[in-house]
């Protein structure tokens, strides 16, 4: 069965229930929430996505997430993500969205940020690799390895957010 997802408009407001298919499908706008999880330090956590996974197979990731179902804040969805994928519990604060129109579809992209003590369990069928690499060694790697269409655009806005907190949605302890 597939998942349902709210269809949204331009500014974000809710259209209307639609599976996610036909959402791709059809080009709708819709939610995702994405989280970019460092640890104590200030690395970053990247992760390289299944082969057998059907959107972007063995490609690398900064942020984890996706879809937001209905009645789903972006926060909301990527903390499910986040323990769906890789077996963590963190609190998510969403910093920024934006319209994301590169990859799949169109689509409404909220990015959270957590500081992840530990990876419990990642799911075999999700995550083929996870790492920590500190803000240089992405930097480098962003261009080396193939990523997701949307890592390079989180990452910089992630930059940016953090040097001017007056970016952020929300301020989170």
Not at 122 to 148: C, Y
């Amino acid at each position: 069965m597939d998942e349902l997802v709210e269809r949204v408009d331009a500014q974000d407001r809710v259209l209307g229930v639609v599976s996610r298919r036909d959402a791709v499908r059809e080009g709708w706008l819709h939610r995702v929430g994405v989280v970019v999880c460092r640890d104590r330090q200030g690395r970053f956590l990247v992760h390289r996505r299944a082969e057998q996974l059907s959107r972007f197979p063995g490609h690398y990731e900064l942020g984890v997430g996706g879809a937001a179902g209905v009645g789903e804040s972006y926060e909301q969805a990527a903390a499910r993500e986040l323990g769906e994928e890789l077996g963590a519990r963190a609190t998510v604060c969403l910093r920024f969205k934006f319209l994301n129109r590169v990859g799949l579809s169109p689509h409404w992209l909220g990015v959270c940020d957590a500081v992840l003590p530990e990876i419990g369990a990642p799911d075999p069928g999700e995550v083929a690799w996870h790492g920590w690499l500190t803000e240089s060694e992405l930097r480098r790697i962003l261009r080396q390895w193939t990523f997701t269409p949307d890592s390079q655009e989180i990452f910089g806005r992630y930059l940016a957010c953090r040097a001017d907190p007056s970016l952020s949605q929300k301020r989170c302890s």
